[in-house]
């Protein structure tokens, strides 16, 4: 297969995690990101990485103002402004979620206030393409706890976790006009890996992942 010329692609990884519990320096999330960027080193001369943590950044929920029909942008929310900017920029979105019952607080903020501003514009024009319009887009769950739960992670419990983190965040991304590249016809919205395969060093449905999703071969 002839590879494509990726060359200098601008990828994003957002981490979804609000873990700060005492003695955690790294995020699964953020370990993750980290292996996505480091796959993706292997075939992209040039490429232009970077992480964001969503637990690093003071967002705050959609008050249904509307005023982003006019502007396209947050009119209370600077920081959410930047990271959208941030996205808009990007050739290559990576969204990585922890389950939390089902998905964390701030990338719900994220994805709602994407979802009205292009929600709002379509509803007056429904030819109106988002700015964030084609972008590849991927999405990695994690989840775990104690006991049967993590030993069923190879089982029904991914399953479980694509069901209500991976799932909803496709119905958004969908809204928004992302383009979600699918992992398979069954994982079609993403994988869903353990968090213990980013403690052991990197998961090998992550590399396939990352690959599929720049369209080149393993090397």
């Keep these: 297969m002839e590879q494509p010329d990726n060359q200098g692609l601008r ?6 995690s609000n873990n700060f519990r005492p003695g955690i320096k790294e995020t699964y999330s953020y370990q993750i990101c980290k292996s996505v960027l480091d796959e993706a080193k292997k075939h992209i001369a040039g490429m232009e990485g970077e992480i964001v943590e969503l637990k690093n950044l003071d967002l705050s929920p959609c008050r249904d103002c509307v005023k982003c029909l006019s502007s396209r942008r947050c009119a209370t929310d600077d920081t959410f402004n930047r990271l959208y900017e941030k996205i808009i920029a990007c050739d290559i979105l990576f969204i990585v979620s922890p389950h939390y019952a089902p998905i964390p607080a701030k990338l ?5 206030k994407m979802e009205e501003i292009t929600f709002y514009r379509w509803d007056k024009d429904t030819s109106y393409q988002s700015e964030v319009y084609g972008i590849k ?5 994690h989840g775990g706890g104690s006991g049967n739960e993590v030993a069923q992670a190879d089982g029904i419990s991914q399953k479980d976790y694509k069901k209500v983190v991976n799932d909803p965040i496709a119905n958004a991304l969908h809204t928004i006009q992302l383009k979600l590249i699918p992992y398979d016809d069954e994982w079609n919205t993403g994988i869903v890996v353990k968090p213990e395969t980013a403690e052991q060093g990197f998961d090998k449905k992550i590399g396939q ?11």
């Design 137 to 141: 887009t991927a999405v990695i769950a």
């Design 108 to 112: 719900c903020m994220l994805l709602e």
């Design 209 to 219: 992942y990352v690959r599929q999703v720049l369209n080149v071969e393993a090397t």
């Design 11 to 16: 990828i994003l990884c957002i981490s979804a």
